[in-house]
């Protein structure tokens, strides 16, 4: 069994010794341009086209959860990966931990009203504030898939009400489900806390605009942890400017690195991270990925497939 290993910045040599260990019957090299040697399997993230095309592939494993970039690079080379190599995605693999860290704390940071603390501790005033109620603090999972769910299973011990938003009903103990575009604006209505983990698909690009967040509680905020093309970041620092918007915090932008003369960047009421919220965790990686290998090696089924059709 030959796999072929391309990752613009993660360690070729750390990942192909765990790979190793892993898949010890297995040959796995890094690939490099010119490159046209067998292989069975590829692990790949950005991928040049040159390193798929015309290859006689088993499968194709993305190395994060997002396929979005890949499938927009497949649309414009399809010669790349022909519909019938299945291209796989890491579910979790350690990130749904990290998303879940993320937003417990950002969740409890506005909740117990931290970020006005720290504007009044600019003042030198000393004033105690009053409390919020967790009846009012609702907050809403846009994208109940593998991280969305996880996140609304940690902050459901914290009390919250909770409810999420997917494509179809789903079934998250003490979560309300919506589903369904007809179901959105009932999902919307008196969400406080919007937290973004749909992913980006021609259905969701621009999803989080004027029209959606006039429809949130006032005083709401946004956490967005799936893809900065999801919000129209207009339309956020308008909500921002007219009060309906209270924080938001962001990890993805449309353009990263943020160019530095985005107006996010000064913006007192918005927080910001380098799309770092989840990173993809080698040893969960890998473990995911052998897994999977060894269970088509056996003609056996595999979760995490990627739909082409439904983006993702
Ligand atoms: N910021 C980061 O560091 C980071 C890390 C990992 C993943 N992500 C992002 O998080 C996203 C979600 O990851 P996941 O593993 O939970 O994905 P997933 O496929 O398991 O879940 C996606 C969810 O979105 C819902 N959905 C998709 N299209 C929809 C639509 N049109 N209407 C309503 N609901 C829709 C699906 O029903 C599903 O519940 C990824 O696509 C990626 O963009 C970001
Ligand atoms: O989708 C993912 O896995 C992360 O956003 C890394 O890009």
Redesign the pocket.
Known sequence: MDIIFYHPSFNNNDWIRALRQALPQANIRAWTPGDNAHADYALVWHPPVEMLKGRQLKAVFAL?????SILSQLHAHPEMLPESIPLF????TG?GL??QEYAVSQVLHWFRRFDDYQALKQQAKWQPLEEYEREDFTIGV?????????VAESLRQWGFPLR?????R?NIPGVTSF???EE?PAFLHGTRVLIN?????P??TG?INRALLNQLADNSYVI????GVHVVEGDLLAALESGKLKGAML??FSREPLPSDNPLWAHPRVAMTP??????RRSEAVAFIAQAIQRIERGEAVSGRVDRA???
């Open positions: 994060g959860a997002g396929v979005d995605r890491l579910e979790d990130m990290q998303m846009l994208g109940a898939g593998v991280l969305g769910t996880k999420s938003w997917s494509r179809s789903k589903a369904g575009g959105l983990l749909l992913p980006n698909t259905e969701t999803i967005n942890l799936a893809r990890d993805v799309h770092m919220a989840a990173t993809t439904r983006g993702y």
